[in-house]
């Protein structure tokens, strides 16, 4: 008697409660994520505007960020859109949801050290002069 190879085990499926939850999130991000794209390209902008003036790399990386980080919301957000509208797929978009939200959070935290760096080098720079 020869074993068969067992076939792809069925996700869990989220139910009706849950995908309501999914779907507000859903929502709030895909809003958050488009605000943040329109207003990175904003302050994109104004940076190139500025460009004579020394701000202007300053508001141009800003605004870049500000891009990236929002099209990754979105992308979230459609991941777990994509959560409450098909079915059999909830885990693999709740993966791919995840992996996107954490690009968001790992992106932030690098900058908050880059910030906090530049911060204690500015304090060190103002106290010996």
Known sequence: MTEQAPGPRPEYEFDINENEVIDGLSRSMSF?????????????LAGVVNL????????IGQGVVMILIGAWLAGAA???RDMVRTEGNDITHLMSALRK???VYFTQAVLYIVACVLVALLIVFALTR
């Open 32 to 44: 958050v994520g488009i605000i943040m794209i329109v207003f990175g390209g904003l302050i994109v």
């Open 52 to 59: 004579p003036r020394g701000v202007a790399l300053l508001q």
């Open 78 to 80: 459609r991941s777990f």
């Open 101 to 103: 939200l954490r690009s």
